[in-house]
């Protein structure tokens, strides 16, 4: 019976080493291969430069390159990249998810140094979006803490898109309050109140907005904002720009442990600095996504209405600490945000 | 019960012993079928209304797209692979369980229950904290250029563990019951222990290992939280069907997100039609082998 199950144990290891190796080799034609390890939105806009950069990479090195793409939740993409997930390269919604994968030391701590733009090839924004002609009249934020308007947006503490929401409210009610705190804490508070339901990632949210037709206003990314006027009718949705808002900045890096080890560092490197031209960055706008070159945005100017925007950096002295200070146990959104209220 | 209070005097020396009012018999039979209908046949026929809701055209469409064939291929290869290694498993799990005394014997039983208990994300998480990067193994595996955690080997061992049970699960009880006094007349007439298994165990037992398989099949291509986990999401790689609707969904793309889920459903239906007909076209057979 001993010796049975053992040889048992054996092939059931054999056969999955034995995959193991076969998968190691799978999907390999091209000169060299390329795995992005993005968040959700990002698909279509992916899908469309895969191919610009394909072909304009084949004529500047004459070599082939094939793209894979995986598309999930932000921090538990970068999850998947600390456990093992081979990606060369990185394209989240946050520089905190990024920053989770250097601190396992899979990439250069100064990550965000190495491109322009703190590594950010194109933006976006936190807007409304609100059921057709607007009923509830929502101009700005101070419209969403008014009692019985539903306001739906994610749970920051599992959704990288929810925590630009938060972060935005908060900047704006701390603009508006000269930079008192306590009155920040007070207006997001109050916020979260009209929340009823705090779905776990953005897309869960959109969803519950759009497909369930709950709530008033959704807090959402701008692209996100018109890829779901795009997608389920314009005669449905109105996309509300308030005054004041936050910069999003979704960064992109390279996986250093994996392209040395696959020796794909040219080819992920190019990949990434092409994202910065201009045939790039107008197919970032036209994926709704705001492009970083002048020339480009100013060319989709009546798309992307003009807004003051603070950054990050600017106001809350980066994500490490904005984490640190928001979104950790006991930070201000526990103490804010009781459930069930 | 009050009903029974209130017609019982009158109505007991008129009925049969065993068959209930025409009343309570009723409203059985109508809840069962309003709990079938709503729960079951409901869903079932939104799902298929949902996935022609653009036509056949565009059904078809939608499952002769690139990634959806690769992750029909994916989900079709992890059950080839997963269900063959439990059918092995099982059968001899259930054989040393049901035939032989031994040390642990209790423990092996709960062993082989675990994958029910356990909620699939735990069961591959465990396999990420074995295989991936930062596991025991991981490091070692990255030296020698194996990928198990987000690739088909790691679907596969998840899909392995939750379907661990089914096979096993079936038959234990079915060969305890059943007993070894044949398997003992066939070795004591002098045939070879490989023979005995395959003319006389085997016969005894293919209905439950049958059921089993088909059950685990079913569950096999079904299974969502313990691969995702896994998956690692790579398009046209590492996504299967139950992954890949969910996908379809998130991209507000309906009619493709329910075409393969309808696909999905197909499979599981014809799975059961198979069962049924094996059923009917054996009844004889079945009801023979019931009566060990």
């Known amino acids: 019976m001993h010796a049975r199950t053992r040889s048992l144990a054996a092939l059931l290891l054999g056969a999955a080493l034995a995959c193991g190796a076969t998968a190691s080799r799978t999907a390999s034609a091209a000169d060299s291969n390329l795995l992005n390890v993005s968040y959700d939105p990002t698909r279509e806009l992916y899908a469309d430069y895969n191919k610009l950069f394909a072909a304009k990479w084949k004529t500047e090195s004459g070599q082939t390159v094939a793209i894979r793409q995986s598309h999930g939740g932000s921090g538990t993409q970068a999850r998947s990249v600390i456990d093992g997930n081979d990606a060369d390269v990185v394209t989240l919604a946050l520089a905190y998810d990024i920053d989770a994968i250097a601190d396992a030391g899979r990439l250069d701590k100064d990550w965000q140094k190495e491109f322009p733009d703190n590594s950010s090839p194109y933006t976006s924004t936190i807007v409304f979006l609100v059921r057709k002609g607007n009923p509830k009249a929502i101009k700005d934020w101070d419209d969403l803490v008014k009692p019985g308007t539903q306001v739906i947006t994610p749970n920051p503490k599992t959704s990288g898109g929810a925590r630009w929401n938060f972060l935005a409210a908060y900047g704006y009610a701390l603009d508006k309050n000269g930079g008192d705190e306590a009155k920040a804490k007070e207006f997001t508070s109050q916020l979260l109140k009209n929340v009823p339901v705090l779905d776990t990632g953005a897309r869960g949210a959109t969803i519950t907005f759009v497909q369930r037709g709950l709530g008033d206003v959704l807090l959402a990314w701008e692209n996100e904002a018109f890829l779901a006027v795009k997608e389920l009718g314009p005669d449905k949705f109105d996309i509300v720009v308030p005054s004041v808002s936050i910069l999003a900045e979704p960064p992109v890096a390279i996986v250093d442990q994996v392209v040395d080890r696959k020796g794909t560092r040219k080819a992920a490197e190019a990949y990434l600095r092409t994202l910065y031209t201009p045939e790039a960055q107008d197919l970032a706008a036209r994926h709704y996504y705001r492009p970083r070159l002048a020339e480009v945005a100013d060319r989709y100017a009546d798309r992307f209405p003009k807004l003051e925007m603070f950054t990050i950096d600017g106001k809350f002295g980066g994500w490490r600490s904005a984490q640190a200070k928001f979104f950790a146990d006991g930070g201000i959104f526990d103490q804010i945000y009781t459930p069930g209220r | ?292």
């Open chain 2, 1 to 292: 019960m009050a009903l029974d209070a209130f017609f019982g005097p009158a109505a007991a020396p008129a009925r049969p012993v065993r068959s209930e009012p025409r009343l309570v018999r009723g409203v059985l039979i109508g809840t069962a079928l309003a709990f079938l209908a709503i729960f079951l046949v409901l869903p079932l026929a939104v799902v298929f209304a949902q996935a022609f809701a653009g036509g056949v055209q565009a059904w078809l469409d939608s499952l002769v797209e690139p990634d959806a064939l690769a992750a029909i291929r994916l989900t079709l290869m992890a059950a080839a692979i997963a269900v063959p290694l439990n059918l092995v498993f099982g059968v001899a799990a259930a054989w040393c369980i049901a035939r032989f005394e031994f040390r642990g014997k209790s423990l092996l039983t709960t062993l082989i229950d675990l994958p029910f208990s356990v909620s699939p994300v735990i069961a591959g998480l465990i396999y990420v904290l074995l295989f991936g990067l930062n596991g025991w193994l991981g490091p070692w595996l990255r030296d020698h250029d194996i990928q198990i955690v987000f690739a088909l080997p790691g679907i596969v061992l998840a899909t392995i563990f939750v379907t661990f049970p089914f096979v096993a699960r079936e038959l234990i009880p079915l060969m305890q019951e059943q007993g070894a006094e044949e398997e003992e007349a066939a070795i004591m007439l002098g045939a070879s222990g490989w023979q005995t298994f395959r003319r006389v165990t085997l016969p005894k037992i293919r209905w439950g290992l049958l059921y089993g398989v088909l059950l685990c099949n079913a569950r096999a291509m079904g299974e969502f939280g313990a691969v995702s986990v896994v998956s690692g999401h790579i398009r046209g790689e590492t996504n299967t069907m139950p992954l890949h609707v969910e996908i379809l969904y998130n991209e507000y793309n309906m009619v493709a997100a329910f075409a393969v889920a309808s696909l999905l459903a197909l499979l599981a239906l014809v799975t059961l039609v198979v069962k049924s007909l094996l059923e009917w076209r054996y009844a004889g057979e079945l009801a023979a082998s019931r009566r060990h």
